[in-house]
């Protein structure tokens, strides 16, 4: 396991709610974190673990908004305090740490867990992704000095952004996923740009997440922006998406873009034919290059006959409360992004502080260096 890596575990400690302040600055503290999360996270692969967030400091329930936001400040609070101490006196403390005992002992346990990742080819549990790719929230930081062969991923790689893996679907160029600052994902679509692994040649940059199962509720919270730019003649463009694991289905659910104006869709299948709802559409463009608070709850049954649920909320204002038929009894991953029929035009988005919860508890979308930019501080 890289050193930066083992490094972005600090964040596991200072962002939890109930860690004293003896903790914060003592390294058998967060070290005692981290091998508390590692075994937390080993218990609940193995079904053992209560329904919490796997000891990972963040323990609330995945609906709770306030809760939700609590936690969002406590990680940047805790980016901030680590980032800005000297990165020489941090790099010889971990060093030292992982010579000792304890040390070895996560290094060996987390080593382990990522070869089962990449064995596996998927993960096995929720758990599992908490547990291992929360540790890259601080590697930005570092990458620049340990790190020499951090490169750029590439279309179709599973990049560690907070909480989770996702797979970045584009067409493979330098301005198609960047970080411009942190916690800002900005995904750019020009003419011809492909996704090479599309049939349907449409042009995307997006990023794909974990397969969640059907019959739980799922929360997203995130902010959204629509770069200025030419204005869009496209008949659709999609932003963000759940897509059913099938792979063959129309998105169930997704929030699109309909020349300037933002339009929420559902959709299912209704004896073998499938069908879709317009929920929302605006009756104004939407604004260019500010920010959008995006909410949203929604529940896709594990059966397609039976009834479903969405809610959305945009700048804390409801646009959408629909109860009927909506998606067609699979998983579904989550995407966020730029997905379109071609044009020829140029159109960027930017996403920020994206928050995915289901049952199991948070995952924090932030941020992958390898995407561009670099820390907003540093010493």
């Known amino acids: 396991m ?13 962002s939890s709610p109930a860690m004293g302040k003896e903790d914060e600055g003592s390294g058998e503290g967060w070290l005692d974190k981290v091998l508390q999360a590692t075994a937390k996270s080993q218990e609940q692969a193995d079904g053992e673990a209560d329904g919490d967030a796997y000891g990972l400091g963040y323990e609330f329930g995945a609906n709770d908004a306030k809760e939700l936001m609590r936690a969002s400040r406590a990680h940047d609070e805790a980016l901030d305090k680590f980032v800005g101490a000297s990165l020489d006196e941090l790099a010889a403390k971990t060093a030292q740490l992982l010579a000792s005992e ?57 990049i560690g952004v907070g909480g989770t893996l996702y797979t970045i679907q584009n067409a493979n160029k330098a301005h198609s996923l960047t970080t411009p600052e942190r916690d800002v994902l900005r995904f750019e679509v020009l003419p011809g740009d492909n996704w090479e692994d599309d049939w349907s040649r449409y042009e995307r940059s997006e990023i794909a997440g974990p397969v969640y199962p059907a019959g739980e509720v799922l929360t997203i919270s995130y902010d959204l922006m629509v770069e200025p730019g030419e ?56 604004e260019r290059g500010r920010y959008y608070r995006m909410n949203i709850q929604i529940y896709f049954p594990d059966d397609e006959e039976d009834e479903g649920w969405v809610k959305v909320w945009r700048d804390g204002k409801p646009i959408v409360d629909y109860e009927g038929r909506i998606g067609y009894g699979y998983g579904n991953y989550w995407k966020v992004g730029v997905y379109r029929v071609q044009s020829e035009q140029t159109l960027a988005v930017k996403v920020r502080n994206l928050f995915v919860t289901g049952e199991n508890g948070l995952i924090v979308l932030t941020r992958d260096d390898r995407l561009g930019a670099g820390p907003s501080r540093a010493d």
Do not use: C
Request: aromatic share 8%; hydrophobic share 40%.
């Open 2 to 14: 890289k050193l930066a890596s083992f490094v972005a575990g600090l964040v596991l400690v200072v």
């Open 102 to 158: 304890s040390g070895s002992l996560v290094q060996r346990e987390m080593e382990g867990l990522d070869d089962g990742l990449s064995t596996a080819g998927e993960p096995t549990s929720t758990a599992h992704l908490i547990g291992w790719n929360a540790l890259m929230d601080l590697s930005p930081y570092w990458t620049a000095r340990i790190e020499k062969d951090f490169k750029r991923p590439e279309s179709g790689d599973q």
């Open 231 to 286: 204005p869009i003649v496209s008949e659709w463009v999609v932003l963000a998406q759940f897509h059913a694991d099938d792979n063959e289905t129309p998105p169930p659910f997704a929030i699109e873009l309909s020349r300037e104006q933002m339009v929420v869709r559902a959709r299912y299948r209704e004896n073998g034919e499938r069908k879709q709802i317009r929920l929302h559409r605006d009756t104004e463009p939407l």
